[in-house]
């Protein structure tokens, strides 16, 4: 990647931000500081949105931010400034040496062990990550119109818009540390998306889409995601309550990356060394059906996940996380390995890439296909509220969807909850369709669960 290409649009090039960390790195050797780490950024953006084809809403943002963390053998101290003067930078180091002075020791502090961190040409790697989007508020405003416009022209019964949006993103940072890792780059992240009401009165109904990508080229025809969206919103319309049962049950592939989630908090480091997982020694274990894989892929081209280091600059690799239904490995920073007596996998800010796949699908299992397999049940397409306990693993949640009769869809239905048990419904996953969809750095295709609790009316 060209410097020219890096700074495109940014108020600090990346030669600064390099400066910045040495300095920063300098400063905290001279107060004796047994180790420290540096990360300088910035972001810029524009958001901007409409409603009723009317200009609400013009945003610009520029933000910078300078962290710096200090060590005194296993004391930590961590300070922040936005401010990149001289001055600031010495009161910004002094704060964070001082923090670790009176903070107490903690034997799993530290940087990554050098051997952990990715090198120069690892660093260096380039993903394909940034696509700056040069679109003024105009031409971003006529976008969301032109969304917003085609799904109030799809049926007279989508009644109101909440709006349509349209956002672009970029962002670069330069990072170092005094075990010798020095890495940065830049990125972008760009969606347009509108939320709609369909039906009026006691039948008002709400649905949305949105598409989101690194490049801009690459998101979705506004007027396709306004159809969309207005089909969505229509479909839900005349939803019923169903009576309370014990049925299959099939999540939609964009609520479906919601279980992949709850999968990477219950093995990840801090859950973990807390004991406050489900899945606590869960290693080598089975914990999901047998059928099921689960591969984690941090190089894929203008992925949404996608990284060559992680927060700490721990070089990250392609893995198979769950294998045949068996974890293979967790998610672990370099503190909470140290803390369960492991090694970093690389994972200070989370997880890269994720693609849970089933060997039992087949190229022809889109979404009719497994509506076919759920044949009577609970088709989920929306789930409310945050009821997950990850210590017990007890799953309960608001759902809404459609009722399915004879694998097809009968009508949609409203004010549902269904529950169950995550240790369980893991292991009870009956199928994964090949209707895979990407929501941030987590793909999955439907997801088919034997049975859960449902409780209606």
């Not at 931000?17 to 420290?36: K, M």
């Not at 009956?430 to 209606?456: C, E, F, H, P």
């Amino acid at each position: 990647m060209s410097s020219n290409r890096a700074e495109q649009g940014f108020a600090y090039p990346q030669q600064q931000f390099q400066q910045i960390v040495e300095d920063t790195l300098a400063l905290a050797r001279q107060l004796g500081a047994s180790d420290a780490g540096a990360e300088v950024s910035e972001g810029v953006g524009l958001s901007v949105s409409v409603r009723k084809g009317e200009l609400e809403n013009v945003e610009r943002n520029r933000d910078k931010s300078l962290g710096v963390s200090v060590y005194l053998g296993q004391r930590r101290g961590n300070a922040s400034t936005s401010d990149f003067s001289a001055a600031a930078l010495r009161q910004t180091v002094q704060a964070a040496y001082d923090i670790a002075r009176y903070t107490a020791e903690d034997p799993a502090a530290g940087l990554p062990d050098a051997e952990d961190l990715a090198g120069a040409d690892e660093a260096a790697r380039d993903l394909d990550l940034f696509h700056p989007w040069a679109i003024d508020a105009a031409a971003a405003a006529e976008l969301a119109r032109r969304c917003e416009d085609a799904a109030l022209r799809v049926d007279r019964r989508i009644s109101n818009s909440e709006g349509a949006g349209v956002s672009a993103q970029q962002a670069h940072f330069w990072a170092g540390n005094t075990r010798g890792f020095r890495g940065g780059y830049s990125s972008s992240r760009h969606y347009l998306s509108v939320s709609l009401i369909a039906g009026r009165g006691k039948d008002m109904q709400r649905d949305g889409w949105y598409t989101s990508m690194r490049d801009a080229h690459d998101l979705a025809a506004p007027e396709i995601v306004g159809r969309y969206a207005a089909e969505r919103a229509l479909a839900r319309m005349k939803s019923r309550r169903v009576p309370t049962a014990e049925v299959p049950v099939l999540f939609e592939a964009t609520v479906a990356a919601g279980l992949l989630g709850a999968f990477v908090q219950a093995t990840s480091g801090g859950a973990l060394y807390r004991k406050t997982s489900f899945l606590v020694d869960s290693l080598g274990r089975q914990a999901l059906a047998d059928h099921l894989d689960l591969v984690e892929e941090p190089h894929l081209p203008k992925g949404k996940g996608s990284a060559p280091f992680d927060d700490e600059g721990v070089r990250t690799r392609s893995r198979k996380v769950v294998q045949g239904g068996v974890v293979e490995g967790y998610f672990l920073s370099s503190y909470s390995a140290r803390k369960l007596g492991m090694r970093t996998t690389g994972h200070a800010g989370g997880s890269q890439n994720l693609r849970l796949s089933s060997r039992l699908t087949q190229p022809g299992d889109g979404l009719d296909a497994m509506l076919a397999k759920l044949g009577r049940g609970l088709f989920v397409t929306e789930l409310m509220g945050q009821g997950i306990n990850y210590v017990t693993g007890d799953y309960s949640r608001g759902a809404a969807g459609f009722w399915v009769e004879g694998g097809r869809i009968a009508y949609p239905v409203q004010e549902v909850t269904i529950a169950g048990n995550l240790r369980e419904m893991f292991k009870d996953i009956a199928g994964v369709g090949s209707d895979v969809y990407t929501q941030g750095s987590k793909s999955v295709g439907s997801v088919l669960l034997r049975r859960m609790k449902l409780a209606g009316s």
